[in-house]
T-cell receptor, first 114, second 116 residues
C-alpha cells in the first residue's frame, strides 16, 4: 500500500518567515496530493491540493510543488502569521486498486513565533 | 458539493460499554466509506473500509470483533466500538472515497470518544 513520509515533525518559524514541509510517497499510482491543516480539537481542513499532472500550484501565501519522478511534494507557506500555527498533514490518494484510499503523513506541528 | 454528517460529535462512555458512531452521506450515495482513527498528537490512520452489501475490510492490527463496521445502505455507514476501554479513546472520522471525476474528499465532522 501507499506509504507517506512527512518531515519535519515540528517546525518553529518567526512571524513573516517562510515554512516548508516535505513529503514523499511510495505508490507511483498516486495522483492526488492534498494538504490539510488541523487546529486543536477540530477535524482537518483542506488548504491546498495538487494533481499529478501539475507541477506547482499557488493560492495566496500557500504553494505546493510536486515532483512525480522523485515521488515527493512540498508545502510552502510564505509570510507566516500566528494564525498559521497548527498541525499540517500531507496525504496521497491513488486511483488504482485501493479504491481512492487516502494515506496521511505523520503531521508537522508548525509554531509561528510573534 | 458532497456533505457527510457524522454523529455524535463527542461521547463519553464507561469502560465495557459499546458506542455506535454514524456517518451519513446527505446528498450522494456511497458504496464504501473509510473509517479513520486519530490518537492524540498522531496522524489519521485508516482502520477499515465499509462496503455496501459485503463485509468490511479491516487494516492490519485492527480487531474486527471489537470495531464493528456496517454499511447498512448507500447513505449510512456505522462504526460500533464494543467493550470500550480507555485506550480506545480517540478521534474517529469517516471519509467517503473521492469520485473518479472529483478529486476532492469530504470529511465527516469526526467523533471524539472518551472512555472512562
Amino acid at each position: 500500500g501507499e506509504n507517506v513520509e512527512q518531515h519535519p515533525s515540528t517546525l518553529s518559524v518567526q512571524e513573516g518567515d517562510s515554512a516548508v514541509i516535505k513529503c514523499t510517497y511510495s505508490d507511483s499510482a498516486s495522483n492526488y496530493f492534498p494538504w490539510y491543516k488541523q487546529e486543536l480539537g477540530k477535524r482537518p481542513q483542506l488548504i491546498i491540493d495538487i494533481r499529478s499532472n501539475v507541477g506547482e500550484k499557488k493560492d495566496q501565501r500557500i504553494a505546493v510543488t510536486l515532483n512525480k519522478t522523485a515521488k515527493h511534494f512540498s508545502l510552502h507557506i510564505t509570510e507566516t502569521q500566528p494564525e498559521d500555527s497548527a498541525v499540517y498533514f500531507c496525504a496521497a490518494s491513488s486511483s488504482g486498486f485501493n479504491d481512492y484510499k487516502l494515506s496521511f503523513g505523520a503531521g508537522t506541528t508548525v509554531t509561528v513565533r510573534a | 458539493g458532497a456533505v457527510v454528517s457524522q454523529h455524535p460529535s463527542w461521547v463519553i462512555c464507561k469502560s465495557g460499554t459499546s458506542v455506535k458512531i454514524e456517518c451519513r452521506s446527505l446528498d450522494f450515495q456511497a458504496t464504501t466509506m473509510f473509517w479513520y482513527r486519530q490518537f492524540p498528537k498522531q496522524s489519521l490512520m485508516l482502520m477499515a473500509t465499509s462496503n455496501e452489501g459485503s463485509k468490511a475490510t479491516y487494516e492490519q492490527g485492527v480487531e474486527k470483533d471489537k470495531f464493528l463496521i456496517n454499511h447498512a445502505s448507500l447513505t449510512l455507514s456505522t462504526l460500533t466500538v464494543t467493550s470500550a476501554h480507555p485506550e480506545d479513546s480517540s478521534f474517529y472520522i469517516c471519509i467517503p472515497p473521492r469520485r473518479r471525476d472529483n478529486y476532492g474528499y469530504t470529511f465527516g465532522s469526526g467523533t471524539r470518544l472518551t472512555v472512562v
